[in-house]
């Protein structure tokens, strides 16, 4: 029986890695390939609309496509997905989710401040912001309404959920957490260590949270929210 649950935590563990790592290897060679295939597109300066969107697709879409692919040839399907409306507790749970990550930021940025850190972080957004009226638009829009709810079917509902068949609830919670700080290194990325920590720190608690609203309610749709609650958010402070 040990030998049984050791090979099954092992089979959750090595797939739900793979899956990390493709994702982290899409978002680590979009630029490369988005600018072979269509470099008109993409400039240096800003992103068009139609690039962002070229850009969302390749980024997470695929990503999830390959999740889904992997459902498919394992014998589970679309079905294994938690997909229900949302109820007054499942907004409960993304509401509190939100607030609790807000407080996390701004002990991460107050430990920051403390210690003199400096930090390296991703320019997408002001890529976005630089593009005119037209691109923050279409920017908010997929941020909100499709990168969101394909990360969170493919860490939370695909790879959580996986790691959840051989393992407790809350270390699946734990492990996916850590994945998805893991794959998104690549869009910060610094040869000095220390400019990571805080990015690094900011999406494991994020794993953390959108995961523990999932692991609670068993429906996607109320870590969805908390994700896109939190983007909202973060994507509107920028812009002011």
């Known amino acids: 029986m040990m030998d049984s649950l050791s090979n099954s935590r092992l089979r959750a563990v090595s797939i739900a890695v793979v899956l990390a790592a493709i994702s982290s290897l899409i978002s680590a060679t979009q630029p490369v390939v988005l600018r072979s295939v269509v470099g008109p597109l993409i400039t240096e300066s800003s992103l068009s609309p139609v690039s962002l969107v070229v850009n969302f697709l390749y980024n997470y879409g695929l990503a999830l496509v390959v999740g889904i692919l992997l459902l498919y040839l394992s014998g589970r399907g679309v079905a294994y997905f938690d997909v229900r409306p949302l109820t007054r507790r ?18 991460i940025e107050i430990a920051n401040s403390l210690f003199g850190l400096t930090t390296s972080g991703s320019d997408s957004v002001a890529l976005i912001l630089s593009g005119g009226t037209a691109t923050i638009a279409a920017g908010f829009l997929l941020i909100v309404f499709f990168a969101v709810p394909a990360e969170e079917l493919f860490y939370r509902n695909i790879i959580q959920k996986r790691l959840e068949e051989g393992f407790p609830s809350s270390v699946a919670v734990v492990l996916a957490a850590t994945l998805f700080a893991l794959s998104h290194v690549p ?16 999406n494991l608690v994020g794993g953390l949270v959108y995961g523990s609203v999932y692991a609670r309610t068993k429906n996607i749709a109320p870590a969805v929210l908390a994700h896109a609650l939190y983007n909202t958010i973060g994507f509107g402070l920028a812009v002011v």
């Open 90 to 107: 499942g907004v409960g749970y993304a509401v509190a989710g939100v607030l609790i990550r807000l407080v996390a930021e701004v002990g």
């Open 187 to 202: 869009t910060y990325y610094s040869s000095n260590p220390i400019l990571m920590a805080s990015p690094f720190a900011s």
